[in-house]
């Protein structure tokens, strides 16, 4: 349905008096505020209530079997499109975390083994110190005065 139809619908629930307003936006889909806004008389921004590429999809000619999703539907599909476009989105999205957390994981990595034999680089200073310091006293006279 247009945008302007809607409103134009919800005008005339409003003039028929029957419906609350909460019940003509539920009925309609059309925002409670812009509801309220056309029942004080204040027209909406149209094009402000829809996707700025609505426009290009609003349905241009007849019925026809949707190539992508086989539904028969208004070309070009909406449908295919919203979907398209969102699963295009996840997709990237996704695939840009994934590539940060593996390349942070790597660092992790890296940085972890880097600590790991600098730990062991010194144990193994340390060790060896303590041998060289140790030893000579054990080996000497003065444990048993
Ligand atoms: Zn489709």
């Known amino acids: 349905m247009l945008p302007q139809a809607k409103i134009e619908e919800v005008e005339k629930l409003l003039a028929e008096g029957k419906l609350s307003q ?9 925002c409670r505020s812009i509801v309220s806004q056309v029942a004080s008389g204040e027209r909406p921004d149209y094009s ?4 700025p590429d609505a426009e290009s999809l609003e349905p241009s000619g007849e019925i026809e079997r949707c190539p992508t999703c086989g539904a028969r539907v208004y070309m070009p599909c909406r449908l ?7 699963e295009e989105g996840t997709l990237k999205r ?3 975390r994934a590539k940060q957390k593996a390349s942070r994981r790597l660092l992790a990595a ?15 200073i340390d060790s060896a110190a303590n041998r060289t310091e140790t030893k000579p006293v054990n080996d000497g006279q003065e444990e048993k005065p």
């Open 22 to 30: 909460r019940k003509i936006s539920l009925l309609t889909g059309v």
């Open 48 to 51: 402000s209530l829809f996707e």
């Open 80 to 86: 295919c499109h919203l979907r398209s476009s969102s």
């Open 94 to 96: 996704y695939r840009r």
């Open 110 to 124: 890296v940085l972890r083994r880097q600590q790991v034999e600098q730990a062991l680089a010194t144990e193994a």
